[in-house]
T-cell receptor, first 115, second 111 residues
Framework: KAGVTQTPRYLIKTRGQQVTLSCSPISGHRSVSWYQQTPGQGLQFLFEYFSETQRNKGNFPGRFSGRQFSNSRSEMNVSTLELGDSALYLC??????????????FGPGTRLTVT | SQQGEEDPQALSIQEGENATMNCSYKTSINNLQWYRQNSGRGLVHLILIRSNEREKHSGRLRVTLDTSKKSSSLLITASRAADTASYFCATEGLNTDKLIFGTGTRLQVFP
């Protein structure tokens, strides 16, 4: 079974621009979560999607948004990029948690650098 | 903000020795998970322990959970150089897939 894939793997953008990152979950996984990892703040939860609905959201400004499609693929968008948005963005998928807690499977991440 | 604190922040040991990492968290959980990350790459799931479990084993890994103290420990026995990585605990709250990560422990295993 193919793992979680994220595209692109590396991205360099300029302040003020916007960016869209993509995540394809493991086949059969319906829950997709996004995390931001920085040296200063560590791993922080951005949002979680299940069946095209945002189920949870972390403490990030409205510039960070996401969506999930009917095939469970997910995208996250960051508008008006700031230098502090430079980070590794990780996507994770898991089975439906309603049936119990399941481990999350992480993709390799997208390394975003804002200059 | 992060849920958990991990201790120690960094650990250096020789191959063959055991490595123990501790994690403390703040709120009620559904389960606690441990992940490994190699040098800025994606996280690899190691083990999940549910709130009604006290101990779990997987290969060279042993995890304990004490919900009364809101703490967990990860023991890696007979460590290898390939175990060099950062290790994170993550708690999953009730009725959510949201994971709250700890600060991580950087483990270095010298051959």
């Amino acid at each position: 079974k193919a793992g979680v894939t994220q595209t692109p793997r590396y991205l360099i953008k300029t302040r003020g621009q916007q960016v869209t990152l993509s995540c394809s979950p493991i086949s059969g996984h319906r829950s997709v979560s996004w995390y931001q990892q920085t040296p200063g703040q560590g791993l922080q939860f951005l949002f979680e999607y299940f069946s095209e609905t945002q189920r949870n959201k972390g403490n990030f400004p409205g510039r960070f948004s996401g969506r999930q499609f009917s095939n469970s693929r997910s995208e996250m968008n960051v508008s008006t990029l700031e230098l502090g948005d430079s980070a590794l963005y990780l996507c994770a998928s898991s089975l439906d948690w309603l049936a119990g807690g399941y481990e999350q499977y992480f993709g390799p991440g997208t390394r975003l650098t804002v200059t | 903000s992060q849920q958990g604190e991990e201790d120690p922040q960094a650990l250096s040991i020789q191959e063959g020795e055991n490595a123990t990492m501790n994690c403390s968290y703040k709120t009620s959980i559904n389960n606690l998970q441990w992940y490994r990350q190699n040098s800025g790459r994606g996280l690899v799931h190691l083990i999940l322990i549910r709130s009604n479990e006290r101990e779990k084993h997987s290969g060279r890994l042993r995890v304990t959970l004490d919900t009364s103290k809101k703490s967990s420990s990860l023991l890696i026995t007979a460590s290898r150089a390939a175990d060099t990585a950062s290790y994170f605990c993550a708690t999953e709250g009730l009725n959510t897939d949201k994971l709250i990560f700890g600060t991580g422990t950087r483990l270095q295993v010298f051959p």
